[in-house]
């Protein structure tokens, strides 16, 4: 018979709250300190995904439409009538105002009020696309206007109206495919890494991005430019300058500066228009407005607008300067959008020469990743990018 087995102990009492247990085994104090490490995890700053924007709601204007216009195609020629009420307005136009792809007016009846227009389907700047034999002709009024000033801008009634000869082909035809000439209408420039300048279309009220590119004569452009900021001090944008072309070259004619001088808005000193710098908000952001204009000059009587403008950032603890300053001429003075009105007198004259440095020099330095170090070793540093939004249609 076995001998009796003696009872089993009871388990450790827990020890109190705040009361350190001595380790009995010296091994598993070792194995503690010993224990396996951690991966560290960290990694680079990621560029944040930039959240959705909700649908705009966005109904263009759209004008009355007006019959003073007729046309037709016969064998081998286009006939166009207009009538000098072009607009239904009773405002007559000249004859030597309005042209037919180039083409001057080849007849006129005083009368009737009515001018002729005649031309070959191959001739006053037609094109031909399409499956079909299609004879496409620009008829372009551009109206004259009397200035007092030096910008080569009207913003009086000017038109573009599109004729078409359609003719079905009587063989089929091998030619090239036509390549898309178009350019987005917004464009955005960025900066190496995390450092993002961007300069878009707004609506009305400033809260969306504007969904259409068409303006109307006497509307008010918005713009925003901005800079982007992620993982690095707070930035302060400014709009350096703004030109208009015709086409999508800055270098481009004609061509009207109407931001100049290190970010004086002259337009509205010019012209008399309503074009302004809306008032600061917030540094990394910059308003502005542009009445809608056309060229006075040109032989082409093109309505699209490209506008290139030149941004620069500084960090938003530098001070404000004449190299660095948003200007408005506003009720016969100058005014500035973040009350830097002292800043703007020099507006009227030259404001400084000192050259900006691009966005891959900091001080003589080449950078390939942006660090925000670079804002603390160097405060006064100057970034500067151009962007460019294009085409903005001005239609009448």
């Known amino acids: 018979m076995p001998p009796p087995q003696a009872p089993a102990s009871p388990p450790p009492a827990p020890l109190p709250q705040g009361t350190v247990g001595q380790l009995q085994d010296s091994g598993s104090v070792q194995q503690q300190l010993l224990g396996p490490v951690k991966e560290l995890t960290w990694k680079y700053p990621e560029m944040p995904v930039e959240p959705t924007s909700p649908p705009v709601q966005f109904q263009l204007r759209e004008p009355v439409s007006v019959s003073s216009v007729a046309a037709t195609c016969d064998e081998n020629m286009v006939h166009v009538q207009v009538k000098k009420d072009l607009f239904g307005s009773g405002e007559l136009i000249r004859a030597s105002d309005i042209s037919l792809g180039g083409c001057g007016v080849t007849g006129e009846d005083s009368v009737a009020q009515l001018l002729y227009f005649q031309s070959y389907l191959q001739a006053c700047g037609s094109q031909m696309t399409n499956d079909t034999l299609v004879y496409s002709f620009s008829l372009t009024y551009l109206p004259t206007a009397a200035s007092n000033t030096s910008a080569p801008i009207v913003r009086t009634s000017g038109a573009v109206i599109g004729i078409e000869c359609h003719y079905l ?120 407005q542009l009445e809608a204009f056309r060229f006075q000059q040109g032989d082409t009587g093109s309505v699209c607008l490209y506008i290139t403008c030149v941004l620069k950032a500084t960090a938003a603890a530098s001070p404000t300067d004449a190299e660095h300053k948003a200007c408005s001429f506003v009720g016969q003075k100058w005014a500035g959008a973040g009350g830097e009105d002292q800043l703007c007198s020099c507006c009227d004259g030259t404001c400084g020469s000192r050259k900006a440095r691009d966005l891959t020099s900091v001080s003589g330095i080449k950078i390939t990743r942006f660090n925000p170090l670079l804002l603390v070793l160097f405060p006064d540093s100057i970034w500067e990018k151009e962007v460019s939004v294009g085409p903005v249609f001005i239609r009448d």
């Open 169 to 288: 082909r009587l063989h089929n035809v091998s030619s090239n495919a036509l390549q898309p000439a178009w350019i987005p209408y917004a464009a955005t420039k960025i900066a190496q890494e995390l450092l993002v300048f961007s300069l878009k279309l707004m609506t009305d009220d400033w809260q969306f991005e504007r969904p259409s590119n068409v303006y109307y004569m006497g509307d008010l452009i918005h713009f925003e430019a901005s800079v982007k900021q992620y993982n690095h001090v707070p930035l302060r944008v400014f709009v350096d300058s703004c030109q208009v072309t015709p086409y999508p070259y800055a270098a481009s004619a004609p061509s009207y500066l109407f931001i100049q001088n290190h970010g004086c808005l002259v337009d509205s000193k010019l012209t008399g228009s309503s074009s302004r710098f809306l008032p600061r908000t917030q540094d990394f952001k910059l308003q502005f």
